[in-house]
Nanobody, 123 residues
Framework: QVQLVESGGGLVQAGGSLRLSCAASGRMFSSYAMGWFRQAPGKEREFVAAISWGIGNTYYSDSVKGRFTISGDNAKNTVYLRMDSLKPEDTAVYYC????????????????WGQGTQVTVSS
């Protein structure tokens, strides 16, 4: 069983930055892939970014490419999402997710999910 706990959310002005963290506990494997998703009020949960834990490959949605950076610290079992040049439309609850196997997946078919952390960007 894997537990994921997100942190780092908050209120920031447009143009500002935040770094989200996702601490994983339990039995993690280097072959896992980790993803960040977000869900705004009244909208479906959507893919933001993902990283293949052991390989280091990354993938981003078009809406955040060039502004967000996903990275991982294997020693700490923690994945980060650095968010720069934030926009009001980035406001959402951000979720961390983990899936078995190294391949990155853009859909919601992940095996484990965190509880989410709120990010609010004011204009």
């Amino acid at each position: 069983q894997v537990q994921l706990v997100e942190s780092g959310g908050g209120l920031v002005q447009a143009g500002g930055s935040l770094r989200l963290s996702c601490a994983a506990s339990g039995r993690m494997f280097s072959s896992y892939a980790m993803g960040w998703f977000r869900q705004a009020p009244g909208k479906e949960r959507e893919f933001v970014a993902a990283i293949s834990w052991g390989i280091g490959n990354t993938y981003y949605s078009d809406s955040v490419k060039g502004r967000f950076t996903i990275s991982g610290d294997n020693a700490k079992n923690t994945v980060y999402l650095r968010m720069d040049s934030l926009k009001p439309e980035d406001t959402a609850v951000y979720y961390c997710a983990a899936k078995k196997g190294p391949s990155i997946r853009l859909s919601l078919e992940y095996d484990y999910w965190g509880q989410g952390t709120q990010v609010t960007v004011s204009s």
